[in-house]
Structures are given as structure tokens and as C-alpha cells.
């Protein structure tokens, strides 16, 4: 089967601390064209994730040195690359914990290797979109400023946040249409995802809780009962070099 060239290019770190599991997942990233590192305790990959500079890190919560949260949430506070949580976990509070600290997906144990891949794919892409282009283009908006080419978000102090690959998406989504109403339906994207699935709901609590200073009665996303939500806000797009604003890109969420 030929497999996409850009995928050669694609570097996924694996953190897993079950040889036999670490050796499926490499062989079966093998098999569709990446290349794979393995971390196989939490300290291996910190230690190691300045020089790998990844495109994904696919982390176990189960690791013997270091919760797989704690590990998630400082290989988030070093790097923009995407993130997979993939673990026998099967909680509900599991899964809502790592998608609100700012995983990108979350896969549980056993999984189907076609599945896998086509998760791992699927958050690279909209990395890829994020970084697309040949200007990368910031949004401003009272004071806060989103590059959506590297997914960071600087508030009004200075202080540079880097947000998720799915955290950007709905920023990205927001700030190309504000001040209009966006259905679940449309965030949700072509995502396979069912009409009670939550995982849209916790990524604008996600992204409420770096954007608004009071969470209860949010300033810029409104929650409009019945219809979606709303990006409250006046947007200013500029290129990174800091010349005039111009009009937004085009943004379809969601299209694989």
C-alpha cells in the first residue's frame, strides 16, 4: 500500500512504558510511512523532547515515573505539537480531565490499528492547516493577540499561551466568524462524533478558562441556548510582520 510522502516526514514519540505495546505501535506507524521515537518512562521523553522536536507525542496516562496528565501538560507548556492520549483508562472523568488540560484525542486500549492512524493523521492535518500559508496571520481582539501559525496565544500582559491543535481550531473558528452564531454542528465539523458527544463542550470551557477572567459570565464566547455560540468580539487580522490588517482567511472547520 503506498502511503502518503508527507507522512515520512512525521516524527511520532511514543510514550509507553510496555515494551510489547510501544513495539505494536511503532510497527503499525511503520507500516503507513512515520517515523517513531520511543520514550518509555515519562523522563525519557522531557529529557529528550527539545532534541526529537516531534510532530506528535502519543502518551500512556499509566507511566511508572510520572502521571500521563503531568506528562501531557508539560510536553504542552514546551511544545506545539499534537498529543494523543492513548491508555486502558476508560473513565469518563479520565477522558474530560486530559481533553480539558489539552490533549487532542483521546484513544483507548485496545484500538484498531486503521483507527489509530487515522487519528494520528487527522490531528497532524489540522497542525498542518494551522501552519499553512506564507504569512502566518494573527488575529487581535481587545488586546489579546492569536498567531494561527504557530497556535499561540498572547493576552493582554504579554504572556504567551501555546493552546492545543483542538483548542486553536475553535479559536481559529471563532475569530474568522465573530459575532456570529456557530452550531455544534459546524465545530463539530466532519468529526465523527455523536449529537451527545461532550468533547466540543469541554474545549470551550478549555479555551474559557485561558480567555475569560470570569468563566461564569463570559466576556468574549456566549453560550446561545438552542443555536451554538457566540465569539463576542471585534477582530483585527494582521500579518506577522505587523503590516495593515487585512480580511481573514477562509476557515471550514472540521474538513479533512
Not at 510489547?20 to 518509555?40: M, P
Request: contains cysteine; glycine residues 6%; neutral net charge.
Amino acid at each position: 500500500m503506498k502511503q502518503p510522502q508527507e507522512d515520512a516526514h512525521k516524527l511520532i514519540a511514543i510514550v509507553e512504558d510496555d515494551p510489547d505495546v510501544a513495539k505494536i505501535i511503532e510497527q503499525v506507524l511503520a507500516d503507513f510511512g512515520f517515523k517513531t521515537a520511543w520514550c518509555r518512562s515519562a523522563s525519557d521523553l522531557l529529557r529528550r523532547l527539545r532534541a526529537l522536536s516531534p510532530d506528535l507525542c502519543i502518551i500512556d496516562l499509566g507511566l511508572p515515573d510520572m502521571d500521563g496528565i503531568e506528562v501531557m501538560q508539560r510536553v504542552r507548556a514546551q511544545s506545539a505539537c499534537g498529543i494523543m492520549i492513548l491508555t486502558g483508562r476508560a473513565h469518563v472523568s479520565d477522558r474530560v480531565m486530559g481533553l480539558e488540560l489539552g490533549a487532542d484525542d483521546y484513544v483507548l486500549k485496545p484500538f484498531e490499528p486503521r483507527e489509530l492512524v487515522a487519528r494520528v493523521r487527522s490531528i497532524l492535518r489540522r497542525r498542518e492547516a494551522s501552519n499553512s500559508g506564507n504569512a502566518r496571520q494573527i488575529a487581535e481582539f481587545s488586546g489579546w493577540r492569536f498567531n494561527t501559525g504557530n497556535n499561540t496565544l498572547t493576552a493582554p500582559g504579554g504572556e504567551d499561551l501555546v493552546i492545543s491543535t483542538a483548542e486553536a481550531d475553535l479559536l481559529r473558528a471563532f475569530v474568522s466568524s465573530p459575532n456570529r452564531i456557530l452550531q455544534r454542528e459546524q465545530l463539530m465539523g466532519s468529526r465523527d462524533l455523536s449529537p451527545t458527544d461532550r468533547s466540543i463542550d469541554v474545549r470551550i470551557s478549555r479555551l474559557r478558562r485561558k480567555l475569560e477572567p470570569n468563566t461564569n459570565s463570559p466576556a468574549f464566547i456566549k453560550t446561545v441556548y438552542g443555536a451554538g455560540y457566540l465569539f463576542l468580539a471585534t477582530v483585527n487580522w494582521f500579518s506577522e510582520s505587523g503590516s495593515a490588517p487585512f480580511e481573514p482567511p477562509h476557515h471550514a472547520l472540521g474538513k479533512e
